[in-house]
């Protein structure tokens, strides 16, 4: 199993459900939403050697947390991974719009100075702003556009510039999302779960519940689960190696 976008802090019982996490042997990503919140999300995942801590700043909270920034920068140095990060051009967060850019563009540029990372990315209603940033730091690493809600020209867009996508049950449960899951590269994609914000029934998805996305990408591609499964273990395995290391989930420092 592999889940490359939950947000292990936010659940109700985050201790219980990152030991659950560990017990699961699933390969999992936990973002966060805040550089302050890195340190305690991070200790969630003491010692596991399948579940790594994303250093992020949400767009939404980057006008309130702004001036943690130089955290970031700080923090930068102890993971290869960042996320979440990005734009979100959501009408009620449009007066935040040039905080967001300033904070994405530290972001990028910071990631680039320190030899590039795997970038975790929101891109809601912002879709081209962020490739335009992300054109302008190619040095920042590899971007994987979380949740991706754009146009198929901006996803095309998207896999002209070398961007990966992480897709989950919420994105291939809508018609718009289902439709541009197959126009994305095959050797491009891991599943994610975004929980606990993704529910299944009465209850929000828990790390690693991915199955709806292989299952999904199975008739997509006309490929055998099992086959599907495989496919997207290599593209984590070509992740870590893009990483700095040839296992999964690396976490070589720069």
């Not at 390969?27 to 003491?46: E, K, R």
Request: charged share 25%; proline share 6%; hydrophobic share 40%.
């Amino acid at each position: 199993m592999i889940d490359f976008h939950c947000h292990l802090d936010l659940y109700p019982e985050p201790h219980s459900v990152a030991a659950a996490a560990m017990d699961s042997g699933a390969y999992i990503l936990s973002v966060t939403n805040t550089p302050s919140a890195w340190s305690g999300t991070s200790a969630l995942a003491a010692g596991s050697k399948r579940i790594r801590t994303a250093l992020g700043l949400h767009p939404a909270l980057a006008h309130e947390r702004r001036r943690e920034l130089d955290l970031f920068d700080h923090l930068v140095v102890q993971t290869q991974y960042v996320g979440e990060v990005g734009l979100d051009g959501s009408p009620e967060l449009k007066a935040h719009a040039g905080v967001q850019e300033e904070v994405f563009r530290r972001v990028l540029r910071t990631c680039s100075t320190r030899g590039g990372r795997i970038l975790s990315i929101h891109s809601r209603r912002a879709a081209r702003p962020v490739l335009d940033l992300l054109r302008s730091e190619p040095d920042a690493g590899v971007p994987i556009l979380h949740w991706f809600s754009g146009s198929a020209v901006e996803a095309k867009r998207a896999v002209d510039q070398g961007c990966w996508f992480s897709i989950g049950p919420a994105m291939v449960r809508g018609r718009r999302g289902a439709s541009l899951v197959a126009f994305i590269p095959r050797d491009r994609v891991l599943p994610e779960t975004d929980g606990p914000f993704v529910e299944n029934g009465d209850r929000p998805l828990l790390p690693g519940e991915t199955g709806e996305v292989v299952e999904h990408l199975s008739k997509v591609w006309g490929e055998e689960a099992t086959c599907v499964s495989g496919r997207l273990s290599e593209n984590l395995r070509i992740l870590g190696r893009l990483a700095g290391s040839d296992s999964p989930l690396s976490d070589k420092t720069a």
